[in-house]
Each structure stands twice: as C-alpha cells, then as structure tokens.
C-alpha cells in the first residue's frame, strides 16, 4: 500500500471527466487500497480517483466513527434523488476550507464493487452528501463552485497564496 499525493484547488486536473472503469482488475483493486490508505492518512470520509491524478470513475468513502467501513464504488451513477440536505462540506483537494452545500438527502446509487458485482446502494444523510461529492469530483466538479464568486475568488487567492508559502 501506498500514500498518494492528493491534487489541490486550484489545480486544473481536478476538473478533469473521468473515464469510466473496464474492467476491475488487481491494479484497479491495488488502486483502491492505496485510495483508502490516502483517505484515512489525510484524514477524510471519501476520496475520489481525480483526487489523486487518476481520471477514472472509482471513489472510495467511509463515514464510520472506526474507519472499518470502507465502501469502494466504481463507476458509480445515481438513479434516484429525493429530498434536500445542507450539511457544511470540507475536501481534501481544498485543505483548512468548510461551507454549506444544498444537496440530496436521499440517494440510491448503482456501481461496481471491487469483485466486479453490480450493485445497488441506498444512502442517507452524511453517506449520501459524501458520495454526491465524490461523484462531483468524478464529474470535473469541485464542492467551492457551489459557492458564490466572491467566495470562490477568496479562496482560490488563499490556497494560492499557501502553496508559494509552502515551496
């Protein structure tokens, strides 16, 4: 297993579209766990391939209070959306950076688990916000472009100004 390096805000590969997986293989699998590994060193609750400069349709989340739940959804679409959640949302691609984000608060999820098995998934809550964000990043997106402009602009101007810091 290996730790991978996690792509900031406002790198451009984060808007990268995903391409979806062929086949699970072991690289795929291998691919999985080294995500897993990443997402509970950073720490975080999900962790999508784009994150870590993989531009597959692969996530891997776990909301567990013991870390012993880990879901791996690969190519994973929504089916179903109902109600509406805002929960303050946090990334490990926009480090130190927490806001609200409206989202689904009930969702059923179609996907691939890591022995090559369609599955169904409903969730609620914190799980379902976790993969929606997942998915977002999947899909190119990051949770700040649901934020006004200003804020946007603000935070940008801020992990910019880290990263020179940082070098």
């Known amino acids: 297993m290996a730790l991978l390096k996690i ?17 699970v293989t072991d690289k ?5 766990s080294d995500m897993a590994e990443t997402m509970y060193a950073a720490p975080g609750i999900g962790l999508a391939a784009t994150q870590v400069d ?11 209070e013991e870390k012993n739940n880990l879901l791996a959804l690969i190519n994973p679409r929504i089916l179903m959306k109902e109600g509406e959640i805002v929960h303050e949302e946090g ?10 984000v409206t989202r689904a608060e009930h969702i059923r ?17 914190l799980l379902a916000v976790c993969i929606q964000h997942e998915i977002d990043h999947l899909n190119g997106k990051v949770f700040v472009e649901y934020l006004s ?19």
């Open 7 to 23: 792509l900031h805000y406002p790198d451009p590969r984060l808007h990268t579209v995903a391409k979806p997986v062929e086949a």
């Open 28 to 32: 795929i699998r291998q691919l999985a």
């Open 54 to 64: 993989r531009h597959i349709r692969m996530l891997v989340a776990d909301i567990s």
């Open 91 to 100: 990334c490990l691609s926009v480090p130190g950076i927490y806001d609200k």
């Open 109 to 125: 999820v179609q996907a691939t688990n890591l022995a090559g098995e369609t599955f169904d998934l409903e969730a609620n809550g």
């Open 149 to 167: 402009r200003l804020k946007q602009s603000r935070i940008k101007n801020k992990l910019t100004k880290q990263s020179r810091e940082a070098m």
